[in-house]
């Protein structure tokens, strides 16, 4: 067979280390796991499996911060995604995934096939996807390459998911310069299901098969896994094309395949999985450590789509739309005519053996024989070095910024108009929303809302985060994230269930990132705490750097909710002229990292300022308590931009105007970013009864009228716009931006 | 004005879905006798200049704009000039 | 009346009609796979959304070489309903039961949004209960809706009351002059790029696409005499 | 086998935004020699058979499948045969 290298030339000339594994850790796999030399094929395996991407050596520490589990949660970490009990019998599973290096490298395929993954993922557990979701992070808009580059990565995610038919209903789209060499393309998918389907990534039952379905194995991304997980640079440019390519209408089928044998043929399968990074190593070492067993593979039996490739390269194709399933002996036939009849492949590649050990052969030579374990647990940790950044501790003796406002009615003009903020109709607009007929509220307000068919329930979910707070104190920008994602759940009257996460960072290796990702882990850890929405699952993605400058700490938090009764969703816009309109939560001088700080002096700087978690906790509760009564009109949360931008699209899309006495405000604070805050509007009628209920918390600061003005008092400004003209600030922007010439 | 005729294409190695999902359709009209389908395309561009002023702006508008070079790899032919 | 939704390869409106029509009219609805050569025993038959194929090549172009189709056209021909929107719009045009083409979208992009229509026609069998010139809003969502066909087949469709459908305010996708839906010349097959089977529950934002499929099913014999 | 290029273009009658849109970004790199862009196109099919054979399944599958004459027109090239 044609090893590449004897394992004593790989010994001495070290080609892992380009692979990305350490001398160290090859030492510690010849020395302690094996007692011999990998050959070529086996260190290919070992670097693939024992790279952060496959393994999470160097974040797994941090990890363990996260809680996984309350009473609700059926399946945490460890799955093809995690799934939460919504009562009645089903069940609501979700996972998000970054596909930040191949989108950066060819942003329409590397945005599809993340799409593409993060549906497997969801389907492999026996749920049916019934709704996207995306978190995308660009540079500036002046920059004409972005704006290809925002164009392809937007028609990828479209793609990709129309053609599947589901619906993406909700997202996040920002721009800053940190992302202009390195864009952040996360992908969020979930899925519903009956809590019998439900499936693990098990492989077990000596004599079982291992059945390979769907897509044929092609050079696809080889080495994506420890890609993913090395430094950036132009140089990649000049790769040889690995570039995967989704094929959205072969997944279709798939789907449709695969639940067809998870929910009508339950004595058939063992365990399924997908096959993501690493391809046919990582899912097969994971399914056999899964169920403690042994593994046999011929490679001769996989279905290829370029001749002459080696073991090396087909264990560890990226080739997208495949699936790994683990068979009852005796029924691969029965197996193989469901997925005839969609006109896909499932082949028998091997067997589940008695022992521990994970054995291929190749050209009818055995090319690996290791213990499966040495993949997929033995893997060395890395404990991280740590420092706090100079610039945080610098910070904290300085004084706050604080901006000079001399018109506040302009200022609000120009922030609606930053890219960050305007609207994004021009992106979500190419994505099917409303497929499926389930969509209660699409992209456009704070969280996207579906009904769940057949009944009186709907979930409501949203992506969230934002890099800059998180740069300027990682532990209150950790908590932040979740406390913005839980105020889009609560604003459409939803209680918050579980989150899932995607860690997006720099170089590990260089302690103040590793600090940056250890503090922001712990304070969205503690704050899942405080809302018990426990990590159900997540990725982390390290090594967002372009020539050696890392991107801001971005960690994206993906949460659902549960509406228990769908007809009592709340709108995001105003609804009646007369209604009372609340603010709730206290407003302060918040503007380090926020966008006013970033439009006027063109960075950020600052020290982002605790807040009290339980008391935003404690009334967000209560104002839950009240959508539910029935008793509110309307509610959106307040973020980029502060309250003066959340009043204005309060009102776009009505004919509806507020007067309202913000005395208690200077005209900075109404841009102010304190977290934790929404406005509410209340029907008259229902005022006293709620005013009951949030006491302080709320405070009264106007009227909804039916003048399509919005008119607001402050200590020392008064602002008084008409509405339509903000809103066509607000809508052409980016579209403006787009079709610049220059 | 010289017309060139530009053709962009997968790299040899780039999985192409519609070239094989147009494969299986054609044998299913009944012709097995298709061996192989790729999928293509093409631009016809209308250049003012000499010759050589030509060539040189199908390249530029090749690499900076018409061609992917992540995935795609292109020939050109000059067509009829006059 | 018994209704047939097709579920092509990519098909992935299938379930929006398929739910439009039994959990929203009460209607006898079955799912018929691509694969069947048959329509035995249906009245109607209906193509719905989606991408079949993967939209490779053209939209709906190899979704007409199906085992199911030539039993479609058989219903055509015997003047029973056939309705297909979008991907469904595509196939009828591709396999020639309707005129014209679809193009891509003059923006070259997939576009979801709501759209105002002027129901030009309603005297065809699926928009009766429609008043005449009335304006409704459906949603649309396609990359390939701009309706194309030479200047005689345009003026054919005008004269002869084809056209059902028309864009009313803008026109999302480039088609010629404003077409957003057009029946045969017998009326008894209409395809529309919107998706009236997404407005029919006021949960999800609007009803005007529900007299549409109640047109339909509240007409006895749906028969189209020739 | 032999190798025939089929390509496919927009009749002259339908208006293609898709080449205008090329056509001015073009214009914004600086390429204001390139007066006209049109977009089409191509399908390299691989058959098995006689020249004649060849032919006549270029031209079978052509009209019933790759090619939509109510909007499209198509040509053919034979490329390379062993
Ligand atoms: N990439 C995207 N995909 C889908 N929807 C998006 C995307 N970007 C923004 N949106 C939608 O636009 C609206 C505004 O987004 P954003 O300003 O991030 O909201 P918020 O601050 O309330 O989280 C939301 O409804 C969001 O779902
Ligand atoms: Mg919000």
């Known amino acids: ?742 | 004005m010289t017309k060139v005729r530009i053709f962009v294409t997968y790299k040899q190695s780039v999985f192409d879905p519609q070239g094989e999902t147009i494969k299986d359709a054609i044998h299913t009209l009944g012709h097995d006798d298709v061996k192989d389908v790729q999928v293509g395309k093409f631009f016809d561009v209308t250049v003012d200049g000499s010759k050589d002023a030509v060539e040189k702006t199908v390249k530029e508008i090749a690499d900076q704009l018409l061609v992917n070079f992540n995935m795609e790899t292109y020939t050109y032919q000059v067509m009829e000039e006059d | 009346m018994k209704i047939a939704v097709i579920v092509f390869p990519g098909s992935n409106c299938d379930v929006d009609l398929y739910e439009a029509l039994h959990s929203v009219c009460h209607a006898d609805v079955e799912y018929v796979s691509h694969k069947e050569k048959s329509l035995d025993g249906f009245d109607a038959v209906m193509l719905p959304g989606g991408f079949s194929y993967g939209d490779y090549l053209r939209a709906g172009a190899i979704a007409r070489f199906t085992n199911i189709m030539p039993a479609v056209i058989r219903m055509a021909k015997e003047g029973k309903p056939v309705f297909g929107t979008c991907n469904g719009f595509q196939i009828l045009t591709e396999v020639g039961l309707l005129p014209g083409a679809l193009k891509r979208n003059d923006s070259q992009k997939f576009v979801c949004k709501t759209v105002p229509l002027e129901v030009v026609n309603n005297q065809t069998i699926f928009t009766r209960q429609y008043k005449d010139h009335e304006r409704i809003a459906l949603p649309i969502a396609h990359a390939d809706g701009s309706y194309f066909a030479d200047e005689q087949t345009l003026d054919r469709l005008e004269e002869n009351h084809q056209v059902v459908f028309r864009y009313a305010e803008e026109n999302p996708n480039g088609s010629l002059r404003n077409i957003a839906g057009i029946t045969n010349e017998r009326g008894n097959v209409l395809g529309m790029m919107p998706h009236p089977e997404r407005a029919v529950e006021a949960l999800l934002g609007s009803t005007a696409g529900l007299r549409l499929f109640k047109s339909l099913l509240e007409t006895g014999s749906a028969k189209v005499e020739e």
């Open chain 1, 1 to 742: 067979m044609k090893q590449a290298m004897t394992p004593e030339e790989i010994k001495e000339q070290k080609p892992y280390l380009d692979w990305s594994l350490s001398e160290a850790e090859y030492n510690y796999i010849s020395d302690k796991l094996l007692g011999r030399l990998p050959n070529y094929t086996e260190t290919g395996l070992f670097s693939a499996m024992w790279s952060e991407h496959c393994s999470y050596k160097k974040s797994k520490p941090v990890l363990r911060l996260f809680p996984n589990k309350n009473s609700r949660v059926l399946q945490g970490p460890g799955e093809g995604a995690g799934v939460v009990d919504i009562d009645d019998g089903q069940a609501v599973v979700f996972k998000a995934e970054s596909h930040n290096h191949p989108t950066t490298v060819e942003p329409y395929q590397g945005a599809a096939t993340g799409v593409g993954g993060i549906l497997r993922d969801i389907f492999s557990m026996g749920a049916r996807p019934v709704a996207s979701l995306d978190s995308l992070h660009f540079g500036e808009l002046t920059d004409p390459k972005m704006r290809m580059k925002v164009a392809g990565t937007v028609r990828g995610i479209g793609d990709y998911g129309n053609c599947m038919g589901i619906p993406t209903i909700a997202g996040e789209t920002t721009f800053d310069p940190c992302y202009q060499g390195n864009i952040l393309c996360n992908a969020m998918s979930v899925g519903l299901m009956d809590q019998k389907d439900l499936q693990k990534g098990r492989a077990a039952g000596v004599g079982n098969a291992v059945m390979y379905v769907g897509a044929k194995t092609g050079r696809d991304g080889i080495h994506g896994a420890t890609f993913a997980s090395a430094d950036f640079s132009d140089e990649n440019a000049t790769q040889r094309s690995a570039v995967q390519v989704g094929d959205p209408f072969m997944e279709k089928l798939l789907l449709e395949a695969c639940l067809e044998v998870i929910t009508k043929h339950p004595d058939w399968l063992v365990g399924i999985q997908d096959m993501g990074a690493a391809g046919i190593v990582s899912s097969s070492a994971e399914m056999a450590s899964e169920g403690k067993s042994g593994m046999e593979l011929n490679l001769d039996l996989v279905p290829q789509r370029e001749p002459n490739m080696s073991a090396y390269e087909i264990m560890l194709s990226e080739s997208q739309e495949r699936m790994l399933l683990c068979v009852n002996k005796g029924h691969e036939g029965d197996l193989k005519k469901v997925f005839d009849f969609y006109d896909l492949e499932a082949v028998t590649i091997g067997r589940i053996t008695s022992g521990h050990d994970y054995v291929l052969y190749h050209d009818g030579q055995e090319v690996c024989n290791i213990p499966v374990s040495s993949l997929t647990d033995d893997v060395l940790e890395e404990a991280s070095e740590e420092k706090k950044p100079e610039r945080i501790t610098k910070a904290e003796t300085q004084p706050a910024w604080v901006p000079e406002i001399t018109d506040a009615e302009q200022t609000l003009r120009d922030l609606l108009q930053q890219s960050t903020i305007a609207d994004k109709k021009v992106f979500y607009q190419q994505y099917d929303s409303q497929v499926r007929t389930s969509t209660v509220v699409g992209p456009g307000s704070d969280a996207g809302v579906l009904r769940v068919r057949g009944t009186h329930k709907g979930l409501s979910m949203t992506t969230d985060g934002n890099g800059r707070f998180v740069y300027l104190n990682p532990e209150v920008g950790g908590q932040m994230a979740l406390v913005e994602a839980a105020a889009n759940i609560i604003a459409s009257g939803a209680e918050p269930l579980a989150i899932t996460d995607c860690l997006n960072y720099g170089d590990p290796n260089d302690p103040e990132i590793f600090w940056e990702l250890h503090q922001s882990v712990k304070g969205m850890a503690d704050a899942c705490r405080v809302f018990d929405t426990p990590v159900i699952s997540g990725n982390v993605s390290l090594y967002n750097e372009n020539n050696g400058k890392a991107i801001h700490p971005t960690p994206m938090v993906g949460m659902v909710g549960l509406v228990k009764n769908i007809d009592h969703v709340i709108p995001s816009f105003a609804q009646n002229a007369g209604d009372q309109v609340y603010l709730i939560g206290k407003t302060d001088d918040d503007f380090a990292g926020a966008e006013i700080q970033k439009m006027m002096t063109g960075d950020i700087s600052g020290i982002v300022k605790p807040f009290e978690m339980e008391h935003v906790h404690d009334y967000m509760k209560r104002l839950l308590g009240e959508m539910q009564a029935g008793n509110v009109a309307s509610a959106h949360d307040l973020s980029e931009g502060g309250l003066g931008v959340a009043l204005a699209e309060t009102l776009f899309k009505t004919d509806l105007g507020m007067n309202l006495n913000l005395r208690h405000l200077s005209a900075a604070q109404l841009f102010s970013e304190t977290p934790g805050r929404l406005i509410v509007t209340v029907p008259v009628e229902k005022a006293a009864k709620f005013e009951k209920t949030l006491g302080e918390d709320a405070q009264l600061v106007g009227e909804v009228t039916n003048t399509h003005w919005l008119e607001a008092h402050l200590k020392d400004a008064e602002v008084n716009q008409n509405v339509t003209e903000l809103q066509k600030l607000w809508e052409e922007a980016i579209p403006c931006q787009l079709k610049s010439k220059d």
